[in-house]
């Protein structure tokens, strides 16, 4: 059995016009001690899907109609609001990817890393704020003890990432979110940071869900991508395979438009168009109106998630074909 598994999600927003979907019919799964790559445009639904896990949007403003996400065989999204706290922060943590609105800002960093411990380890507070330091000076944050008593707006944006980082892994989870891990982060400490993850993964077995727009990143830190656009999965693929031989259109387009330190060319490579908004995506092929490969038929009706013999998912009806050909 999977350590997670994700069936048909679905999230719906609320707002004064109505409900609006923004996730469509996601599914993935991800083994014990695995990590899943999720990519894709500003917009394309990666933290919305990552936030349905825990069950952190609003109650009243959000809904996710047919989902089904089970972790380690509980079934989350009908679990008891005390069970619910108690896999928060334990089993499955999450990095945030925005740390001064996920920071309290009227709370010391020692009493909120303190809080996870003591709520899910028993900790007292002395116990909890060695420990608390220890923390800090696993993510490279210097003289760590004195760092224990400052509030969030007086560290550095890349500090304040750290210290998320920090509060994330305090429980050892089994399984860690991140998203937008390292974007306030020099490459430097990028690379100590994701050189930390590994460790922990590989010391305790946890699972990683890393959400990235820097796809040198991705490649080198999964095993597996699945690329979002406009709400759904158009692409899923081992990370090696994907990178060596991206079939979506879409994929292609994302991977073109990483800088070339090599190439001399003036402009960056960019994908026409904007991302549609949730609630207008077009009938057919919700990239189709920005691909130079769609055909009419891509435009007039849903295209499907399907599976090559590779084992790689598309939704793609030209690229499948000819892929398939060459099979």
């Known amino acids: 059995m999977s350590l997670l598994e994700v069936d048909n999600l679905s999230v719906d927003f609320r707002d004064d016009a109505g409900w609006t979907r923004a996730v469509s019919d996601v599914s993935f799964s991800l083994e014990e001690n695995a990590s899943l790559g999720i990519v894709g445009e500003s917009g394309s639904g990666k933290s919305v899907c990552a936030l349905s896990l825990l069950r952190l949007h609003h109650k009243r403003t959000s809904r996710m109609p047919g989902s089904r996400v089970r972790f380690d065989g509980r079934d989350v999204l009908a679990m008891p609001e005390r069970e619910l706290r108690q896999l928060r922060g334990a089993d499955i943590a999450m990095i945030f990817q925005d740390p001064m609105t996920s920071l309290n800002p009227v709370l ?13 380890q028993g900790l007292d507070k002395a116990a909890a704020r060695r420990r608390a330091a220890q923390l800090l000076d696993m993510v490279r944050i210097p003289d760590a003890a004195r760092r224990l008593d400052e509030y969030p707006h007086r560290l550095s944006g890349g500090m304040r990432q750290r210290v998320m980082i920090a509060m994330a892994i305090a429980c050892r989870p089994r399984l860690l979110i991140a998203d937008e891990p390292t974007t306030a982060l020099d490459v430097t400490i990028q690379a100590q940071i994701m ?33 979002m656009y406009a709400g759904h999965i158009v692409e899923e693929a081992a990370a090696a395979d994907l990178f060596e031989r991206p079939l979506h259109p879409y994929t292609e387009g994302l991977l073109h438009a990483i800088p070339n330190l090599d190439d001399d060319a003036p402009r960056l490579a960019a994908i026409p168009g904007n991302i549609p908004a949730g609630g207008a995506w077009p009938r057919g092929c919700r990239f189709g109106p920005r691909c130079a490969l769609a055909r009419p038929e891509c435009l007039a009706a849903p295209v499907p998630l399907e599976t090559l013999r590779d084992g790689r998912l598309l939704r793609c009806p030209p690229r499948r074909a000819a892929s398939e050909a060459r099979a």
């Open 108 to 120: 010391t960093i020692a009493d909120q890393i303190g809080e996870t411990l003591r709520i899910h």
């Open 195 to 227: 050189q930390l993850l590994r460790e922990l993964q590989a010391e305790i077995g946890m699972s990683v869900i890393l959400i990235s727009h820097d796809l040198g990143l991705v490649a080198e830190f999964v095993e597996r991508v699945i690329v």
